[in-house]
């Protein structure tokens, strides 16, 4: 099994950067896929960016451009570098790891962006 813990959110003013961490221990090496995943209140969870074991990166058309997924080489942590915030990216921020077709959560890290 997994186990993900998120860190570095916070609440900053609207084009203001946050950079999220995701630590990941116990399979390491046996996750087949990462990402990221946000749930802005009222709304249903949705996929933010992902990155593959080959380093191949797939995100959301809202923050493309703007958000950038990453892993350290020993992939025991992931990172989510987001630039340009705007309020519409308030959301608690989920780290997500896959082995196969089984999914594994991290608790989630609040992100608060003002006007």
């Known amino acids: 099994q997994v186990q993900l813990v998120e860190s570095g959110g916070g609440s900053v003013q609207a084009g203001g950067s946050l950079r999220l961490s995701c630590a990941v221990s116990?399979?390491?090496?046996?996750?087949?896929?990462m990402g990221w995943y946000r749930q802005g209140p009222g709304k249903q969870r949705e996929l933010v960016a992902t990155?593959?074991?080959?380093?191949?990166?797939n995100y959301a058309d809202s923050v493309r451009g703007r958000f950038t997924i990453s892993r350290t080489n020993a992939k025991n942590t992931m990172y989510l570098q987001m630039n340009s915030l705007k309020p519409e990216d308030t959301a608690v921020y989920y780290c997500?790891?896959?082995?196969?077709?089984?999914?594994?959560w991290g608790q989630g890290t609040q992100v608060t962006v003002s006007s």
């Open positions: 990155i593959t074991n080959d380093g191949t990166t």
């Open positions: 997500k790891g896959q082995i196969y077709a089984t999914v594994y």
């Open positions: 116990g399979n390491i090496f046996s996750i087949t896929a």
